[in-house]
């Protein structure tokens, strides 16, 4: 089982940035893919970005990508997702989620485990 813990989400003006982080449970996080999820109101749950368990390999989805970058750092059991140059359409609760293997995929029913999401809000 792994258990994840959102946070650093809140409210921004758009064009600022906010790191958000994601802490897991668990001896081997490395063996677990990572990855970003948003929701926005009314609005199906979509992937953002997500990094294999080395680190070494990282997909983001093209609305993000030069402006948002997901890092992890093992040691810690910590993911980060660092989103600069914040946009309105940014706005959503971003959920934290963990696949049982190693490596990045963008589909959502791949992941296995969901934190409980940090809402994010820009203002325009």
């Known amino acids: 089982q792994v258990q994840l813990v959102e946070s650093g989400g809140g409210l921004v003006q758009a064009g600022g940035s906010l790191r958000l982080s994601c802490e897991a449970t668990g001896r081997t996080f490395s063996r677990y893919a990572m990855g970003w999820f948003r929701q926005a109101p009314g609005k199906e749950r979509e992937f953002v970005a997500a990094?294999?368990?080395?680190?070494?390999?990282?997909l983001y989805a093209d609305s993000v990508k030069g402006r948002f970058t997901i890092s992890r750092d093992n040691a810690k059991n910590t993911v980060f997702l660092q989103m600069n140059s914040l946009k309105p359409e940014d706005t959503a609760v971003y959920y934290c989620t963990a696949r049982s293997k190693p490596f990045v995929t963008r589909v959502l029913t791949s992941y296995d485990y969901w934190g409980r999401g940090t809402q994010v809000t820009v203002s325009s």
């Open positions: 990094v294999s368990g080395s680190g070494s390999s990282t």
